[in-house]
């Protein structure tokens, strides 16, 4: 698959079948991913693949978190946000609503127990980050996620980058025994796709270019 239709193709899913994931398969996805670069070579990512009971252990502290703290979705602004990027937000959940009808599910709780359970998938990816490092590096994250899941939609697999999760980052590292140190930066929701169910036809928008760049010649 050529990179250009990889990218014009991917999307996050968010319903998965059981079918496991081999280790094999992880490991060669991370293997290609970390190809990516970042600042000074330091290579700051550390990932912790969750799979098994391990992970629907995880999923279950999760959601028990989200029930009794009620931290949903959200961009985590610190100030209003541009009116033309909360626009692209409502029109994106708007654009998913018939999904949910036809399912017949709650879009809040679909979307916010879903993350924390990584909507069904057998493999929960969490990318961490030492507490050494600056905020800035968390551009070289950004990049090593973007390498991995367009290297996972390669072989055949779906993702959806959860960020949710880090609202709830005292109880995962309890359960996996993550070091004080380590920030829990997203997680990765990855597995193969339930094309079946009703949510895995959608696909968010993107803005024309000409509204997101501004020429200086």
């Keep these: 698959m050529e990179l250009i239709t990889a990218i014009q193709e ?30 000074i070579n330091l290579q700051p990512w550390e990932f912790i693949a969750v799979t098994g009971e391990e992970k629907e252990r995880l999923s279950r502290r999760l959601i028990k978190a989200y029930r009794e703290k009620q931290i949903s979705c959200g961009p985590g602004n610190v100030k ?55 905020k800035s590096r968390l551009v070289d994250i950004g990049i090593v996620l973007g390498y991995f899941i367009l290297v996972a939609h390669e072989f055949g697999l779906g993702t959806c980058p959860i960020g949710l999760i880090t609202a709830y980052e005292d109880e995962i590292k309890d359960l996996l025994n993550i070091p004080e140190n380590k920030r829990v930066v997203i997680g990765v929701a990855l597995g193969y796709p339930d094309l079946n169910s009703p949510i895995n036809r959608f696909k968010s928008p993107r803005e024309d270019l000409e509204t997101l760049i501004r020429w200086i010649d």
């Design 10 to 39: 991917r999307k996050s899913f968010r319903a998965f079948k059981s079918d496991p994931v081999s280790k094999g398969t992880i490991e060669k996805i991370l293997k290609l991913a970390t190809q990516a670069p970042s600042a």
């Design 80 to 134: 209003p946000m541009p009116k033309t990027v909360t626009l692209r937000g409502a029109k994106t959940l708007q654009l998913m609503n018939p999904f949910f009808e036809e399912m017949g599910v709650n879009p809040d709780r679909f979307i916010n127990e879903g993350s924390c359970n990584f909507y069904g998938a057998p493999v929960a990816i969490l990318i961490c980050l030492d507490d050494s490092f600056p």
